[in-house]
């Protein structure tokens, strides 16, 4: 193989060698479906190292588990994305999905774990926001780190 850029990015080489996940590296965001990719801004494209669909790529493996939606690769590090609605009668829902997550990555996905980013977990609203700001869903949301957001932002 010669060394023309044919470099294997640090993503793809972490999904295809974890089994769960092994055969759901996807290049670009094509992991996500169309609604999804406008709500995720990159700053710079050509970093963008692909996208896998957790849950997909997961559902046989853990069919009764709350999992998480996606992974996207970018500049060397490894974001968490859940496309979820932002109602307080879901944030128990995403709480139990991030828990999955944090778990499926210690236990089953650890070079994926090695790799993310400083502010991994991302929860991006499908919809209104419709948390009020003082209930104990918002506490909650806010302590574990999730907060729902309209759109994903990548510097």
């Known amino acids: 193989m010669s060394n023309s850029g044919s470099k294997v990015s640090a993503f793809k080489e972490a999904v295809i060698n974890t089994p769960d996940v092994k055969m759901g590296y996807m290049s670009g965001l094509n992991a996500l479906n169309r609604q999804e990719k406008i709500k995720i801004n990159l700053a710079d494209l050509s970093l963008l190292e692909g996208s896998l669909d957790i849950d997909e790529s997961t559902r046989q493996l853990y069919p009764n588990e709350n999992r998480?939606?996606?992974a996207i690769g970018y500049a060397g590090k490894i974001y968490f994305v859940?496309?979820?609605s932002a109602?307080?009668?879901e944030v128990k829902v995403v709480i139990a999905k991030l828990n999955w997550l944090k778990k499926w990555l210690k236990v089953a996905a650890p070079?994926?774990?090695?790799?993310?980013s400083d502010t991994p977990f991302h929860w991006i609203q499908s919809g209104n926001f419709k948390i009020l700001?003082?209930?104990k869903?918002?506490?909650q949301a806010a302590q574990h780190g999730i907060l729902p957001k309209?759109?994903?932002n990548i510097p």
Do not use: A, G, N, Q
């Not at 070079?111 to 993310?116: A, E, G, N, Q």
């Open 68 to 70: 998480w939606d996606y």
């Open 82 to 84: 859940e496309f979820h």
């Open 87 to 89: 109602s307080s009668k």
């Open 111 to 116: 070079i994926v774990d090695s790799l993310k």
């Open 133 to 135: 700001k003082d209930s």
């Open 137 to 139: 869903f918002y506490r």
């Open 150 to 152: 309209p759109k994903l």
